[in-house]
């Protein structure tokens, strides 16, 4: 097999010889398929005959839409009404010869389907399910349906994301939808080991509201332990001091250097040593009390010099920091390139598609993209016809009658 962004041949990934049945829609589902996917894994999406929903979400590449490639690489593409009573025997079919599949309906919809796990064992024993939904397959809102943004208000991510004298605020990304997605991945390849050592398969729940909750660090058990009732602090960083974003002549850097080695480098690299003599910046705890004074020494030393001036400064003296850059600065940087976090992979319709990279690096079973996203039903002959010994005759029927 080839990489389609290198040409080269493929060195069988860590999950080689899986194959996942891919049900789901939006992010959460479709990314954890797509880790899988990339680590070598065999992965079949299944999508509405008239393409799923998202496809229909900006923004467009020569009327395609981006958001559904970014999350659908290394998958064979194929079409199903799996409400059609036709469907029935072709989706158990599937299921018969794959190894996990990946749902993320609202729970009771695989049952209403005829596909209760149980149902799923018994065609296929040892077979894992990994079921990604808002709020898990238990509990009082399990049938409530969920989407990123009110994961993120109701986790409390959001009561601890903005300016502390603004409104709550969502991160600039689907974050719940990633983390889930994330999750899915590892509870699949979690069951998988699991599966090598007694042969059993199981039922793998990840909730959105769970994974982005188990996200939130120290804060939930600061309240639970201690009573605080954490509050939205900006973009200063919670624990120590000087960390914070800091303006300067053409844009705005983050300094981290709250600690006590790093607080002394800063204070010579800044040439403000008379700070190191102030008794009240002695600690952590009086740094962090007497924080906004602090910040304005900082400030006022950062926001008369370009970024590249303070880089050079900071570096020089060892200080964590990074310019707050733009996503066109980012993709265009030398350490994404030189991380391969940015993929020309090469589409027979579309051309050139400029795709996220693979983030987990291993030097034995790499990572590889092995197939751009699919269009709607592009490989429907081959999922019927190679994989589930449909004849042609037959494809062509199912799909004169809507059913593919």
């Given at each position: ?181 994330f999750h899915g991945a590892m509870g699949a390849m979690l069951a998988l080991l699991h ?210």
């Open positions: 097999m080839t990489d389609t962004t290198t040409g080269d041949t493929v060195v069988p990934g860590a999950l080689h010889g899986i194959r996942v049945l891919d049900l789901s829609r939006f992010i959460a589902g479709p990314l954890c398929c797509q880790l899988l996917g990339d680590m070598g894994a065999e992965v079949v999406k299944i999508e509405r005959p008239s393409g799923e929903d998202a496809r229909k979400h900006a923004p467009f590449h020569r009327q395609h839409s981006v958001y559904t490639m970014v999350y659908n690489r290394n998958k064979y593409g194929a079409t199903l009404d799996t409400r059609r009573p036709e469907a029935r025997a072709l989706l158990e079919d599937l299921v018969r010869r794959s190894d996990i599949v990946v749902e993320n309906y609202r729970p009771g919809t695989m049952e209403a389907m005829g596909l209760p796990y149980q149902r799923l064992q018994e065609l296929r024993p040892g077979i894992i399910l990994v079921s990604i939904s808002g709020f898990g397959q238990t509990g009082p809102l399990a049938g409530r349906a969920l989407f990123d943004a009110v994961a993120q208000a109701m986790s409390g991510l959001m009561s601890l994301t903005g300016p502390p004298d603004g409104e709550p605020t969502l991160t600039g990304t689907y974050i719940a939808d990633y983390i889930a997605g599966r090598d050592r007694t042969g059993e398969g199981q039922h793998v729940d990840v909730a959105s509201l769970d994974a982005l909750f188990a996200s939130l660090g120290t804060r939930p058990s600061a309240y639970a332990m201690l009573g605080e009732h954490p509050r939205r602090n900006g973009s200063r960083d919670l624990l120590t001091g000087p960390a914070n974003v800091f303006p300067t002549a053409d844009g705005y850097v983050y300094i981290h250097a709250g600690t006590d080695p790093l607080f002394p480098r800063l204070c010579r690299a800044i040439g403000r040593q008379d700070l190191l003599e102030d008794q009240r910046f002695a600690s952590v705890p009086g740094r962090m009390a007497h924080i906004e004074e602090l910040e304005e020494a900082v400030a006022a030393w950062t926001k008369s010099r370009p970024c590249d001036e303070i880089a050079h400064v900071l570096q020089e003296a060892g200080i964590p920091f990074g310019k707050v850059s733009d996503i066109p600065e980012v993709v265009d940087s030398e350490q994404i390139r030189a991380r391969e976090m940015m993929l020309d992979v090469e589409h027979p319709v579309l051309g050139t598609l400029r795709l996220p990279g693979i983030p987990i690096k291993m030097n034995g079973s790499p990572g590889s993209v092995r197939k751009a996203p699919p269009l709607v039903g592009e490989d429907n002959d081959h999922v019927y016809g190679e994989l589930l010994g449909r004849s042609a005759e037959e494809i062509a029927r199912l799909k004169s009658l809507g059913v593919i």
